[in-house]
């Protein structure tokens, strides 16, 4: 028993420094490339497979009878997500007059769902967790039609999209893994209860590996146009980050629901960008590049503010 809570204990404290990871794996994959290269791009999708599968296991009937019980707060949230996002990211990508590469994977990244780490930086923050992950799990659901539809629509006319092809591959990549992980937890409680103890780290390290890999393999066009990617993907995350937050003053939310709305908006799953980019833009390069930096990006400025919010109650 004091092992496992040991275990347990490690896993929540790795678990709350995943920025300061990201930030160094980010680093690293850069300097030596060789460190990650071995993940290999057909694992991408079957770690946020597994990534997925947790979090199926982690899910609690609760997190299902919120939805209902607060369908304005939640529909919001989700409204803000997939409305404010994927404009803002096709917007700049107008603006800065990127690259069609570097367009697409922008808009690609924006228009995904949250992931699990606006839980991890919504948890440090202090802000409405039970909503966090609410929105969390009713963005990813929808995204499985949503992501194909709003990429056609934002990045169809710098390359052919195959919405069909995204739908399947989001359905292979979340869907069924969240089913699974969903079904695991009602015929095997004991085993999932134990696994979503540590299922939260074993997330952070396929993320990491995830974020590793795409940077390393893209090494050489990150720090070609290293100054160009940091400043879209800057701006896309700032944007979500203080977009989030203004919908939820617009609509009278209290602090907490802001702070929430604001994480939520401003941090994508950036994993599943990385996972159908590499599957869909294969024979694009530079379409992965914006999705890997933003894992990185939006998790420094998720901790950022989640440090100043606990500080100023």
Request: aromatic share 12%; net charge positive; hydrophobic share 55%.
């Amino acid at each position: 028993m004091k092992i496992q809570n040991r275990v347990e204990r490690i896993a929540a404290g790795a678990t709350q420094f995943f920025p300061l990871w990201s930030v160094l794996v980010g680093i690293l994959a850069l300097i030596e490339p060789s460190c990650f290269l071995w993940y290999g791009k057909d694992a991408i999708g079957w770690g946020l497979g597994i990534i997925m599968l947790g979090m199926g296991m982690t899910l609690q009937p609760n997190d299902f009878i919120r939805v209902w019980r607060e369908p304005k707060v939640v529909g919001l949230g989700v409204f803000s997500q997939f409305l404010i996002m994927p404009a803002w990211g096709a917007g700049l990508a107008w603006v800065l007059q990127l690259p069609s590469e570097m367009a697409v994977g922008l808009i690609l990244v924006s228009c995904c769902p949250g992931g699990t780490a606006s839980n991890v930086v919504v948890f440090l923050a202090k802000a409405n967790l039970a909503l966090s992950v609410s929105l969390t799990l009713v963005s990813t659901i929808l995204a499985i039609f949503l992501t194909p539809w709003l990429m056609n629509l934002y990045a169809g006319h710098y390359v052919p999209v195959d919405s069909w092809g995204l739908l399947k591959s989001i359905l292979l990549i979340v869907l069924l893994p969240l089913l699974f992980g969903l079904l695991w937890k009602k015929l095997f409680e004991n085993s999932a209860h134990q696994v979503s103890k540590v299922s939260p780290l074993i997330s952070v390290l396929f993320i990491l590996l995830i974020v590793g890999y795409v940077l390393a393999a893209k090494r050489n066009i990150i720090l070609e146009y290293w100054y160009l990617l940091v400043i879209a993907v800057l701006l896309l995350h700032l944007g979500g980050f203080f977009l989030g937050f203004m919908i939820g003053l617009l609509f009278k939310r209290d602090r907490l629901d802001c702070r929430t709305f604001s994480i939520e908006v401003g941090m994508q799953n950036s994993g599943l960008g990385m996972a159908l980019a590499s599957k869909h833009f294969s024979h694009l390069p530079m379409v992965p590049a914006p999705c890997a930096l933003s894992a990185v990006i939006h998790c420094l400025i998720g901790s950022v503010l989640a440090t100043w919010w606990n500080r100023n109650k």
